[in-house]
């Protein structure tokens, strides 16, 4: 033990810790299912996936789908390469990119519409905003930790720009390169996802088709999106992107609402987001900030409050639960366990699972299921735990295993899991943060995390109480990641890699 502090955790220890919080969590969480015929519900979804009515699909919902997630992604990781020159040295950079990272993409289109509107400003900035903070963050850690041997040879007196950009850039560019595009893997699940609060991609026609019971459609929309994703290395390289762009730019549909972008943003900051005892009001006068108190206090104690318990609620017991799926599921996609002929089936299968967003996984389960915690949780598991489990089968796969090692259950239980387990705890809490961010969200389809309020006062036109909302949200999120780091660093499990952009570059390092 060091002197004055406690002893490092351990791998149990930490287990141990979240199982008992996932546990704790069980006890309060409600789990029910409230709908009479879920099963024949789910049979004809999975009807509508071996029989889909492909010539039913609004091709311009794809298109947009791709475009949004073209223009979203190219935005953002262009200002967040400009951001990470900065980003080691600057403070406020730094803060600056975890509040664009932590408030998700569905919370930035919920504000963007009130001053764009239903437009392809609004889908794309919505995109675009939390992509910045985060592929400023990676690429600010890949330029780190290039190699300096090229700065060491600049003459002296080179500039800082110019030094980065022919010593430290050329070192990075290819895991750049690769880190991006995973990220626009991750912009056309968020661009489906916009489509369930109006905007016009594959989102809103899946949600139309499933309520209207056109099940045939909602799967060939389903096996598009699949095949969107499967293809991406085959229709985005290096000769195909200026078309691509340009399309996109060609592709995006017109605004649905007012176009007054000017008058609208004026009154959306100078009005809209100004707390309403603030309107108008002398900030001189000490009864102005007892009226902002009396304001803001039910906000915190009524809303706040209990929205965060419920997300970190929702958040822990779904962490558990990939964390034991991901266990169950990495076999199937190890040669050594799975074999030749099993291993391409079950990698194939936990692409399709890591490829759906959670939030379209949850609504499903909500149709199914009820309203309540279940669906949202086995979303958040299904997602994550495909995502963990595709990566612990390609790590188990580089293991050298000696030549009497065990087979089967003890292989699995004494040889792989003990030499794979720093690694496994390193992706689940670097996941907790993105888990815990999608569990936020998941209030807009009726749970009661945070984002239920977030809806409701949005619903009220009460900006001024979504922004303490979404900033309570922030701020939960950033201290998630910053609890989750200083544990990796405890643990000594954080320099290990959780980044597509990794020394073996891993499809799937990194959600969004």
């Not at 002893?7 to 149990?12: E, F």
């Not at 794809?62 to 200002?79: I, R, S």
């Not at 600056?96 to 009130?114: D, I, K, P, S, Y």
């Amino acid at each position: 033990m060091r002197a004055g502090f406690l002893p490092r955790p351990g791998y149990a220890a930490v287990s141990r810790w979240f199982l008992a919080a996932a546990l704790a969590g069980l006890l309060v969480a409600d789990l029910q299912v409230t709908t009479l015929h879920p099963f024949a519900d789910l049979a004809r979804l999975f009807g509508g996936l071996i029989r889909p009515d492909f010539p039913a699909v609004e091709g311009w919902s794809v298109v947009t789908t791709v475009a949004f997630a073209m223009l979203g992604v190219g935005l953002g990781a262009g200002t967040g390469l400009l951001l990470a020159i900065p980003f080691a040295r600057s403070r406020v950079v730094r803060l600056g990119c975890a509040v664009l990272r932590a408030v998700h993409e569905l919370f930035w289109a919920l504000l963007l519409m009130q001053v764009f509107g239903l437009s392809a400003t609004t889908g794309v900035l919505a995109i675009a905003l939390p992509y910045a903070g985060i592929c400023a963050k990676v690429y600010a850690e890949l330029i780190e930790e290039a190699d300096l041997a090229a700065l060491r040879v600049l003459p002296a007196g080179t500039g800082a720009l110019s030094a980065f950009l022919y010593a430290r850039l050329p070192e990075v560019a290819g895991r750049m390169r690769d880190y991006t595009l995973y990220r626009l893997e991750c912009g056309l699940r968020s661009s489906l996802v916009l489509g369930f609060i109006g905007l016009p991609t594959m989102g809103f026609a899946f949600e139309s088709a499933f309520r209207q019971g056109r099940y045939a459609e909602a799967g060939a929309l389903l096996l598009i999106f699949y095949a969107l994703i499967g293809s991406r290395r085959l229709w985005v390289r290096a000769r195909t992107l200026p078309f691509l762009l340009v399309g996109a730019v060609l592709a995006l549909p017109p605004t649905v609402g007012s176009t007054a972008i000017g008058p609208s943003l004026a009154r959306f900051l100078g009005h809209d987001l100004v707390p309403a005892p603030l309107r108008g009001a002398s900030l001189a006068e000490p009864g102005t900030w007892a009226r902002l108190w009396v304001w803001l206090r039910p906000i915190l104690t009524e809303q706040v409050l209990p929205g965060t318990a419920q997300t970190l609620i929702l958040a822990q017991i779904a962490l558990a639960a990939t964390a034991l799926g991901a266990l169950v599921l990495f076999p199937w996609t190890a040669q050594r366990f799975a074999g030749p002929l099993g291993r391409p089936v079950g990698r194939v299968l936990l692409v399709v699972v890591r490829s759906t967003p959670e939030y379209m996984l949850a609504y499903i389960g909500l149709q199914l299921l009820g309203p309540s915690m279940l669906p949202a949780i086995l979303a958040l598991a299904l997602h994550n735990a495909g995502i963990v489990a595709y990566l612990m089968g390609r790590h188990a796969d580089a293991i050298p295993y000696r030549a009497d090692a065990p087979r089967g259950l003890d292989l699995y239980a004494y040889e792989t899991v003990p030499r794979l387990y720093g690694q496994f705890l390193a992706y689940l809490l670097y996941r907790w943060e993105l888990i815990l961010r999608e569990s936020a969200i998941f209030g807009i389809l009726g749970v009661t995390t945070l984002g239920f309020y977030v809806d409701a006062a949005i619903s009220e036109l009460r900006l001024d109480v979504v922004v303490v909302l979404i900033a309570a949200t922030a701020l939960l999120t950033v201290a998630v990641d910053a609890f989750s780091r200083a544990l990796r660093r405890s643990l000594r499990i954080d320099t290990l890699p959780t980044r597509l952009s990794g020394p073996q570059p891993i499809t799937g390092g990194e959600g969004g």
